[in-house]
């Protein structure tokens, strides 16, 4: 991508950079607020929920 825009535009490098820097950031903060909820699980098998009556 960078490279055919490139052709339109000049990119100096320090924005490459900065670029890939908050991608990763990005990627991290979003997999770390994904991992509480993925890493619960479902419930154990044979466990009823509780009904409130």
């Excluded at 820097?21 to 890493?39: D, E, I, Q, T, W």
């Amino acid at each position: 991508m960078w490279g055919a825009w490139s052709v339109l535009v000049p990119v100096q490098a320090s924005a490459l950079v900065m670029h890939a820097a908050l991608s990763g950031l990005v990627v991290v903060l979003l997999a770390r607020a994904a991992g509480g909820a993925v890493s619960a699980g479902p419930p154990p098998v044979g466990r009823r929920a509780r009904t409130v009556t």
